[in-house]
Structure formats: C-alpha cells, structure tokens
C-alpha cells in the first residue's frame, strides 16, 4: 500500500519556467491538499478538493493552480515559477467519516528551488 | 495569518530529560492534532484530540487539549534521541470544511 506518492521529489526552475507536480493516493480518500512548508511557518495551504472535479483555494494560492480531473490524483501546477516559490511541497489526503476529526496522511514532499 | 503559534521553536535536549511543547491560539478547535516530521519525509499523525481538557498518552508522549479547545500541548518524559524532529499541531474548526490549520512548529534534537 503506498499511500500518498508525489513526483517529482527534487526540481530546479528557472524564473518564469513552468512545471506540474503529481500527487497520487490509493487509499480512496474524498479530500486532498496541496500545502508549501517554509522554515518557521509550519505547512500553509494553497489548494484543496473536497472531491474528483471540485478544487478551492487555500490560505496562499496565488501563483499556483490545481485540478482533480480523477479522485486519485490531485495536481499543482506552477504557470510562472517565481523565487518565492522555492520551498518544499507537501500533498496530503484524509478521510473524515461524519463526527470524526480529520486525519492527514502525506507524501513525502517535492522539494522545489526556483533561481 | 498564522493562527497556531508553537513555543519554543527550537528545542535541544539531552537524553534523559523531560520536555513540553505548547501550542496556542485564540481561536477554538473542535479537534487538535499533532503530527511528527522527520527530514525528507512528510508529517505523520501522532495523535488526534477531541474533547477540552482531553489528555491521551502514547508511551513516552502526554498530549492535552485545553479545556477552551485553544490550546494543547505535548509532554515528553524521559526523551531518547529518536524522539528527534520537528512536532507540528494541527486544527480543525467546526465547518472548516475538513481542512487543517498547521502551527509553526518545534524542532526537536535530542542528543546523548
């Protein structure tokens, strides 16, 4: 069972350069996120899916886009990397049965540098 | 806006000792979580609380939620270098839409 798989784990951009990270999960999960981990700032969200075709925006979505067109995969995509995207990404999913607190589970992260 | 705030931000320990993380905020939580990272892997889910003034334990780990559901903070006794990484909170509010606010984090080091 593999979870929550993100390809690629390592990139380099160069400014203004396009690029689309993968996020894959086998666990069935309604809800999945897209959250970027800077030092000292925890994990912020940039964009959600409640569900396969819904997307919404997070606490820092601008400069990024997303789209769930399978409820398997979630995708972000970067139109114009810019230097303050450097930092490392985060997918994550969960499955909140009614009543019940939600519980992420996540990949291992994309670490992405923007010169 | 960051609306959890962890305390201390840094922490570097020796093996043995006991410690306390904090993690605070002014706005209420149907649920707190703490999650443990390790470098290059993404968080893992320690424990989930629920209730105010809810206390689990998991081994070594003593987590409690505050009675207002503001606040929580995660004890560790007798800490062992594996214990090493970065403690992270999380929130969920009631019709958040299932989404959880991270705190800032408190990198862990224990050392022999």
């Known amino acids: 069972n593999a979870g929550v798989t993100q390809t690629p784990k390592f990139r380099v951009l160069k400014t203004g350069q396009s690029m689309t990270l993968l996020c894959a999960q086998d666990?069935?999960?309604?809800?999945m996120y897209w959250y970027r981990q800077d030092p000292g700032m925890g994990l912020r969200l940039i964009h959600y899916?409640?569900?396969?075709?819904?997307?919404a925006k997070g606490e820092v979505p601008d400069g990024y886009n997303v789209s769930r067109l399978k409820k398997q995969n979630f995708l972000l995509g970067l139109e114009s990397a810019a230097p303050s995207q450097t930092s490392v990404y985060f997918c994550a999913s969960s499955y909140s049965p009614e009543g019940r607190a939600t519980e992420a589970f996540f990949g291992q992260g994309t670490r992405l540098t923007v010169v | 806006t960051q609306l959890l705030e962890q305390s201390p931000q840094f922490l570097s320990i020796q093996e043995g000792e006991n410690l306390t993380v904090y993690c605070n905020s002014s706005s209420v939580f149907s649920s707190l979580q703490w999650y443990r990272q390790e470098p290059g892997e993404g968080p893992v889910l320690l424990v989930t609380v629920v209730t105010g003034g809810e206390v689990k334990k998991l081994k070594r780990l003593t987590f409690q939620f505050g009675d207002a559901r503001k606040d929580s903070s995660l004890h560790i006794t007798a800490a062992q270098p594996g214990d090493t990484g970065l403690y992270l909170c999380?929130?969920?509010?009631w019709g958040g839409g299932n989404k959880l606010t991270f705190g800032t984090g408190t990198q862990l080091k224990v050392e022999l």
């Open positions: 899916s409640v569900g396969e075709g819904t997307t």
């Open positions: 999380a929130g969920e509010r």
């Open positions: 666990m069935n999960h309604e809800y």
